[in-house]
């Protein structure tokens, strides 16, 4: 089936930059919108970046300016560049995708998280 794995996290100080990527994998058809979440420990998963298939973006408000997403349609890949990180910005970074997988219907994919700690 469909596979989403993500890596990229670490430890890094604030003020640094990490780029997370979350490639898919498995009979694939085509992919929708993927966006990445983030959760804080004692916190719901929240929405942080989102693109779909046709590159529209969104953004939360916390992360404006400071997080670009982008997409590789030839790897199946999508990536995110945290910059100006704080320690806010802290959590297991899941991926989360719309996939036309093998049966040809579109469903809904999540991988299984990488973790970010930022130190101040």
């Known amino acids: 089936q469909v596979q989403l794995v993500e890596s990229g996290g670490g430890l890094v100080q604030a003020g640094g930059s990490l780029r997370l990527s979350c490639a898919a994998s498995?009979?694939?058809?085509?992919?929708?919108?993927v966006a990445w979440y983030r959760q804080a420990p004692g916190n719901w998963r929240d929405m942080v970046a989102s693109?779909?298939?046709?590159?529209?973006?969104n953004y939360a408000d916390s992360v404006k300016g400071r997080f670009t997403i982008s997409r590789d349609n030839a790897k199946n890949t999508v990536y995110l560049q945290m910059d100006s990180l704080k320690p806010e910005d802290a959590g297991v970074y899941y991926c989360?995708?719309?996939?036309?997988?093998?049966?040809?219907?579109?469903?809904?994919?999540w991988g299984q998280g990488t973790q970010v700690t930022v130190s101040s």
């Open positions: 498995g009979t694939i058809f085509s992919i929708d919108a």
């Open positions: 989360h995708a719309l996939i036309q997988d093998s049966s040809k219907r579109f469903q809904y994919y």
């Open positions: 693109i779909n298939n046709s590159g529209s973006i």
